[in-house]
């Protein structure tokens, strides 16, 4: 078993519509605005830029991100991650089941991440703490569900 190789894989359902969802998830430079857990971006490029994360642990992980696609007719949002973590990650937006009695649209967002850590500290630790590497990346992704819905919300209801 690598100790360093990590595949992530989380599914939620939100109330908005799927473009409204990609146009969310499309603007990077906007992710600390809703997801705490995104301390900084910086752009290195059009399609490039350097994020700044942090979950709980103390501790943070640069990573360039590199856009490999980003296809709204499909949903999906892809980007190839270099730094800290090398490997990919992926969205991927779609229309979601209407919930009985509301006509109000949904979407179901798949996330998919399959990275090798890099960062010296996290490789020398892998092996006694993968299962709590493990567990604040889970955090950090319900700190992004929450975000997301609460950022869709706002713009479905302005003050």
């Known amino acids: 078993m690598d100790w360093n190789h990590y595949r992530f894989h989380c599914s939620w359902r939100v109330d908005a519509d799927p473009g409204a969802v990609h146009e969310v998830l499309a603007r990077a430079d906007r992710y600390p605005e809703w997801w705490p857990q995104v301390r900084g971006i910086r752009r290195t ?53 209407r919930a009985a009695g509301r006509t109000s649209p949904s979407t179901v967002l798949d996330y998919e991440q399959e990275v090798a850590v890099t960062k010296p ?39």
Do not use: I, K, Q
């Open 45 to 97: 490029g059009e399609t490039t830029a350097v994020l700044r994360l942090r979950s709980l642990l103390p501790y943070d992980l640069v990573v360039t991100a590199s856009s490999l696609r980003d296809d709204p007719r499909t949903g999906v949002l892809e980007v190839a991650l270099s730094g800290d973590l090398e490997g990919w990650a992926r969205w991927t937006v779609r229309p979601g089941p």
């Open 121 to 159: 500290l996290m490789r020398v630790l892998a092996p006694p703490c993968r299962p709590l590497f493990r567990a604040n990346h889970a955090l950090m992704m319900r700190s992004c569900r929450a975000g997301l819905r609460a950022r869709l919300a706002a713009a479905r209801h302005p003050v």
